[in-house]
């Protein structure tokens, strides 16, 4: 659902009867899915002698606001230990960069973060997330290239504690959603940092990019039975961003976007919130 489907909606349909074949191949193009685009339709159908364009995109946002969580949950920190969030994704979704996102939103609410480069595969990430550190002003842990990830976090979990640091960050290498020893390695890495606390990560965050549409869902399916997540960052939503997709995936599988990105710049990146996101970009 790129930014103004409502409104192209609303054109679609001014002057003429709402077709109905045509109004549900619109709203499954939407990327909201198909449960979510019937359960609109069905609540339409109950007063279809009165339905305009108007009444359409009203019913369909009201909808939407039932599934959509009301707001973020705050991210707040523990009061003994650092909250260590895992943030997990496909190659290409912005996860390094959302993590940065994140460490800065997180510190301009005056709390103290670290990172953790648990990415020790990717050709420069390693280098591409100090940048960000540098330019943020937070501290970086970092291992060798190819080193084990797991190690990696638990040696920046032991690194928050020593520092105080009341959220660590870990940003972990990009991976296909339907590469099974992938998928299994994130095991491991959940694993390493239970060692160290073991009711740790507080929080897995699945960044996807919201221009794949459908394709994030099965993404979205696939990282919470291999991890186990509490919820999205969705990104790329400036122009062409589909965000129906959150939609979808909150209705199928009960997930929260918890933040959103719009743009490259460190300020363009926000907590979620329902109802700006299905007036503004919906």
């Not at 979510?36 to 339409?44: D, F, G, N, T, V």
């Not at 540098?134 to 990830?149: F, M, Q, S, W």
Request: proline share 4%; hydrophobic share 45%; aromatic share 6%.
């Amino acid at each position: 659902m790129a930014f103004g489907f409502f409104k192209s909606l609303i054109q679609r349909f001014a002057g003429r009867p709402v077709d109905w074949e045509e109004l549900e191949e619109m709203l499954i193009r939407s990327d909201m899915g198909v449960p979510m685009s019937m359960r609109i339709l069905k609540h339409l159908q109950e007063n279809p002698e009165k339905m305009t364009a108007e009444k359409v995109v009203e019913v369909a946002r009201e909808e939407i606001l039932k599934v959509m969580p009301r707001d973020t949950a705050m991210l707040r920190p523990l009061p003994d230990r650092p909250k260590v969030i895992l943030v997990v994704g496909v190659n290409g979704t912005g996860k390094t960069t959302s993590t940065a996102k994140l460490a800065y939103l997180l510190k301009k609410k005056g709390h103290s973060v670290l990172l953790a480069a648990a990415d020790t595969f990717r050709a420069a990430a390693i280098e591409q997330l100090e940048v960000w550190a540098g330019r943020i002003g937070v501290e970086l842990i970092k291992g060798a290239y190819n080193a084990d990830p797991g190690g990696v976090c638990h040696d920046a979990y032991r690194a928050a504690v020593a520092r105080n640091a009341e959220f660590l960050i870990c940003d972990t290498a990009g991976r296909l959603h339907n590469k099974f020893n992938l998928m299994q390695e994130l095991t491991k890495v959940r694993r390493a940092i239970g060692k160290t606390d073991s009711t740790a990560p507080h929080e897995t965050l699945l960044v996807v990019d919201a221009t794949t549409g459908t394709n994030a869902l099965v993404q979205a399916r696939e990282f919470k039975e291999a991890t186990g997540l509490t919820g999205l960052i969705v990104t790329k939503l400036d122009g062409s961003g589909k965000g129906g997709v959150a939609v979808a995936i909150q209705s199928e599988l009960g997930i929260p976007t918890r933040f959103t990105g719009t743009g490259e710049k460190l300020e363009d990146f926000s907590f979620f919130e329902s109802r700006a996101f299905v007036e503004q970009m919906l």
